[in-house]
């Protein structure tokens, strides 16, 4: 978990209070620059309120050029660019959490996003005969939806319980319980590493590296979250998928837009 301090040269881990916060408050849209920024923070230790002065990179990447990130996001985490505006992160407890449910849903959104658009593709070009993601659920499969439901609540409920476990205590499931020669070789929480996890070693450079490399999965993954739900709305409103009415919008740009969905008929 990263520090709340950007100064390399503090290492307090501290549950911060905006209140506290003098010589350069946050700011939403402001042109202010970055710059030394104290705010009140208690030392896990010691229990005692302290005034901690935290130097903010000015080389460092911001949503909105010129604003002044809060405290709490001081650019140490992958992806962030102290976008915050209603302080969800200002707790450090509630950073922790957030940083993980971020994580894991940029990974689904991938796969899901990589479920829709490339069966879909590969159906539109005669290779594959899949049905639509849409309403793939209304299909009979192998068994009834109950028993699927009940195996997919028991594998990934298993799963969720041990990432859940890492998150409050780190390390604690890095060994295989079935086969424990097979160790997990990551240290923080959210990147497990390993040969299951991480076969070609990418997590194991260089710390500027590593970042570089978990930026790159979140900013794919927010990416992937606003494809599926732009693929939702766009089956809502056009009844059809995103392959479909990008080849409808190739074959007829000046009438197949996204504004013949509003258009009265």
Known sequence: MASVCASSAIAAVAISSPSGQKNGSSSFLT????????????????????????AADPDRPIWFPGSTPPPWLDGSLPGDFGFDPLGLASDPESLRW????????C?????????????????????LNTPS????????????????????????????GRRWADIIKPGCVNTDPIFPDNKLTGTDVGYPGGLWFDPLGWGSGSPEKVKELRTK??????????????????????????IDNLFAHLADPGHATVFAAFTPK
């Open 217 to 242: 999965e979140i900013k794919n993954g927010r990416l992937a979250m606003l494809a599926v739900m732009g693929a939702w709305f766009q089956h809502i409103y056009t009844g059809t998928g995103p």
């Open 98 to 105: 957030n940083q993980q449910a971020e994580l894991v849903h």
């Open 31 to 54: 042109g202010k620059k970055l710059g030394v920024r104290k705010y009140t923070a208690r030392a896990p230790a010691a229990g005692r309120l302290a005034t901690v002065c935290a």
């Open 107 to 127: 990974r689904w959104a991938m796969l899901g996003a990589a479920g829709i658009f490339i069966p879909e593709f590969l159906t539109k070009l005669g290779i």
């Open 133 to 160: 993601w849409y309403t793939a659920g209304e299909l009979e499969y192998f068994t009834d939806t109950t028993t699927l439901f009940i195996i997919e609540l028991i594998f990934i409920g298993w799963a969720e």
